[in-house]
């Protein structure tokens, strides 16, 4: 049995409906079952994508997210107010629109040192949800895009192992490939035991890297957390040629 679960999209908008829907189920059934749902959000142009599709399909269903907690897996190093922020993109399209009270809100704190955003947001998650043996915080659904080198979060290619190996909650990137080079994100040992992982790979230029972060040989950072999970779903946006 493959680990992953390949979904295939026409188009970004109808990637961003379907993944919106099957997140509101998920959100609708711990409701019903008097229980917490703890997500983490991801940043990028698929996000204002999802985003906008949860608020029009939560309008029409008369979704309640009162027992949902919303965290992020990266941040930059940028003030809430800074439109580089994942923040300032999730607060002005979905907690905005939606009314979530900022009690429900955990946004990591790009405008302090790294190392000191790490240890907060790592608190944080421990007094608000489940966390294992190893106090990593179990997520429910943890949202991730893909960059064209297959990077998820700030998980970069060519990272030091010194860093991505760590078994904490989130760590401090201080290199990164991209701009703004001062970054946090979930790691690699909180992504493999969250309960699931949500990819959502949409924008030209990505199939190629996606065919071989999903191949056996793949070492791109995704191809790390497929194989760390039993199972992780994956929603593409389908270019010309077929994956």
Avoid: Y
């Amino acid at each position: 049995m493959k680990p992953f679960q390949l979904l295939l999209f026409p188009a970004a908008d109808e990637l961003a409906a379907a993944a919106a829907a099957a997140w509101l189920d998920e959100v609708v059934a711990a409701r019903r079952l008097a229980k917490p749902h703890c997500v983490a959000l991801s940043g990028g142009r698929i996000a204002h994508r999802f985003f906008a599709a949860v608020v029009a399909l939560a309008g029409q269903r008369a979704i309640s997210f009162a027992g949902v907690q919303f965290f992020f897996a990266d941040e930059r190093c940028v003030p809430p107010s800074d439109p580089d922020s994942n923040f300032k993109l999730a607060n002005d399209f979905l907690f905005l629109p939606l009314s979530i009270p900022a009690a429900q809100i955990h946004r990591l704190r790009g405008e302090l040192p790294s190392a000191a955003a790490v240890d907060l947001a790592a608190a944080d998650c421990r007094q608000v949800m489940r966390v294992n043996e190893e106090q990593l915080p179990v997520f429910d659904v943890v949202f991730l895009g893909m960059g064209e080198d297959g990077h998820v979060a700030s998980l970069f290619p060519g990272a030091p192992p010194e860093s991505t190996e760590r078994p904490v909650p989130f760590l401090a990137v201080e290199n990164s490939p991209k701009p703004p080079p001062h970054r946090i994100s979930l790691s690699f040992a909180a992504l493999a035991v969250s309960r699931q992982v949500w990819v959502l790979a949409a924008g030209p230029g990505k199939e190629s890297i996606l065919r071989t972060s999903l191949s056996a040989a793949g070492i791109t950072p995704l191809a790390r957390v497929v194989r760390s999970r039993q199972h992780t779903k994956i929603f593409s946006e389908k270019e010309k040629n077929n994956l």
